[in-house]
């Protein structure tokens, strides 16, 4: 016995908000970034249809295409935009892409050494304050 496939239509809203949740905006965030409300974008997510104009829009708040908010999918098949340069290369078919001009893993464990730096340097702060409470409370 053949099952066949169910295509269900492409629910525009529902990609932009996996998008957004994907890459950690809130919907507030987005709101303030395209000068609107919050409950305006949760209205757009709910809307099964989203006009070409807000997609670009949104694409261009979230820095992706609007072709890849429209072929997100929830594997994560889709190239993301991160950067703003002249690196665009041409996907064929499935739209366009660009590529990082970095490393993401360096990029992120440099972000965890300036953390762990500014961590002690806090740390060292603390420790000075308490040895001057303890000086104050000798004298």
């Known amino acids: 016995m053949e099952t066949a496939e169910r295509k269900r239509p492409i ?5 932009v908000r996996r998008m957004r949740t994907a890459l950690g905006v809130k ?32 694409g261009k708040a979230l820095g992706v295409s609007a072709e890849a908010i429209k072929n997100f999918t929830e594997d994560g098949g ?4 991160t950067l703003n340069d002249s690196s665009v290369g041409n996907s064929g078919p499935g739209g366009t892409f660009s590529q990082c001009t970095f490393n993401p893993l360096d990029k992120l464990l440099e972000v965890i050494e300036e953390n762990k730096k500014l961590y002690e340097r806090l740390l060292a702060s603390e420790r000075e304050k308490v040895e001057i409470l303890r000086q104050q409370q000798q004298a």
Request: overall charge negative; hydrophobic content about 30%; cysteine-free.
């Open 27 to 58: 919907q507030s965030a987005l709101a303030t970034e395209l000068g609107t409300t919050q409950q305006n974008i949760s209205r757009i997510e709910q809307e099964e249809d989203v006009d070409d104009t807000t997609l670009e829009k949104i």
């Open 78 to 81: 889709v190239f993301i935009q």
């Open 11 to 15: 629910h525009l809203g529902d990609h």
